[in-house]
């Protein structure tokens, strides 16, 4: 027997372990520890990583095995995908490296990083599509890589596609069931406890007609439950508006703009005039369209909660490479802040937004003047089509 023959076995076997344990676990943050976790005990490294692309050539998880969680902190931020590690984004082959100092891809190490000189990386494919890469550095032992090395992590490579493909579904699997937990309860919101309150307001309402003229007392204490009433009813509508719009999330911008527009409208009554760009999901990444979503959510929200307004107006135009959102009541207004800080959660959230998207936010108000807000991002173009 030769002596290749009597490495591959148990290492055959470890390979057969490994991919059960992956295929087992339903987590995808579980899952791609235990792929890391399974490279590196299966070909004896020091250390390994996974790496998942965010289908924009850069990494969207890194997950490391064998670095100490002290050193962690002192390392810094995760790579993103530049130097070495890109190679396995932008290329998609496996690759051995004998001395990473040497590679003209190689970037070098932060501060506190652990020394490594030798690299075996693996692409991670699923349907075609590259989704991450493994990476394993410096063997226990000091030898170097070997193919047999790296055929062992392509094999482990073909089922970790599976397991992370298994982990998404799953995982979205369980965000649309949330979704419409989230729904029903909305719409049972709406449809009975509303419901149920409104006529309980009708009873006290008819119920103080019937009073006899010098029964004053009894009037004012079922006028003030009629208020605490109309209040408990805004306040759930308002909850029903927070609740409904995220069922929209999967449909693409336009689709949850219109539906947050139909719920506001339904829960508080207010005249509202929206435009709305019909191709704006051509021109907008999913990351672009969620920050823009909650800026409009919360601009719309304390409009309806908070300025009392006749009428709200909101549009989502583009112009050529320039997106602009606007929201607008003829509400009360406020002064405000000259700072936006921590307190002001409503807007510092929005401004937060706004700089993630490398956007101009401009809120123009005063008291007893409405409020106008601009939303402003320049440099969009339209997306490429996938199938």
Excluded: C, W
Aim: charged residues 20%.
């Amino acid at each position: 027997m030769s002596e290749n023959k009597l490495q591959l076995d148990p290492q055959l076997k470890a390979l057969s372990e490994a991919t059960q344990a992956i295929a087992s676990e339903l987590s995808l943050e579980q899952v791609l520890f235990k792929i890391a976790q399974a490279a590196r005990t299966l070909i004896g490294a020091k250390y390994a990583a996974l790496g998942v692309h965010d289908g924009h050539g850069h990494l969207s998880r890194f997950i490391t095995v064998g670095i100490d969680s002290k050193m962690h902190p002192q390392i810094g931020p995760l790579p993103t995908g530049l130097g070495l590690l890109g190679h396995f984004l932008h290329r998609g082959e496996a690759l051995i490296v004998k001395d990473i100092t040497k590679h003209p891809m190689a970037a070098g190490f932060p501060q506190h990083h652990p020394l490594m000189n030798s690299l075996l990386g693996v692409p991670i494919f699923s349907k075609g599509e590259l989704i991450g890469a493994l990476y394993l550095t410096d063997k226990q032992d000091e030898s170097e890589f070997t193919e047999l090395d790296q055929q062992l992590i392509e094999m482990l490579a073909l089922h970790a596609a599976i397991a992370i493909e298994n982990a998404h579904l799953y995982e979205k699997t369980q965000r649309l069931a949330i979704l419409e937990e989230r729904e029903r309860f909305a719409r049972d919101l709406h449809d009975g406890i509303i419901q149920s309150i409104y006529g309980v307001g009708l009873t006290l309402d008819n119920a103080k007609a019937l009073l006899p003229a010098e029964a004053e007392a009894a009037r004012e204490q079922i006028d003030i439950s009629l208020k605490s009433l109309a209040a408990v009813i805004n306040d759930l509508r308002n909850y029903i508006f927070d609740l409904r719009p995220q069922a929209l999330k999967s449909k693409g911008l336009h689709a949850r703009l219109e539906g947050l527009v139909k719920e506001l409208k339904v829960n508080t009554l207010l005249p509202i005039q929206a435009q709305i760009d019909p191709d704006i999901n051509s021109y907008v990444t999913d990351m672009q369209a969620s920050h823009i979503f909650h800026i409009a959510h919360e601009a719309l929200s304390n409009a309806a909660r908070h300025a009392r307004p006749k009428r709200i107006g909101v549009s989502l135009i583009r112009q050529d490479d320039v997106l602009t959102l606007q929201v607008e009541d003829d509400g009360t207004g406020f002064a405000p802040p000259e700072t936006i800080a921590h307190g002001h959660h409503g807007l510092a959230n929005m401004q937060k937004r706004a700089s993630i998207l490398n956007a101009n936010l401009q809120i123009e108000t005063a008291p007893n003047q409405g409020t106008h807000l601009t939303l402003t991002l320049t440099g969009i173009s339209k997306r490429q089509e996938t199938d």
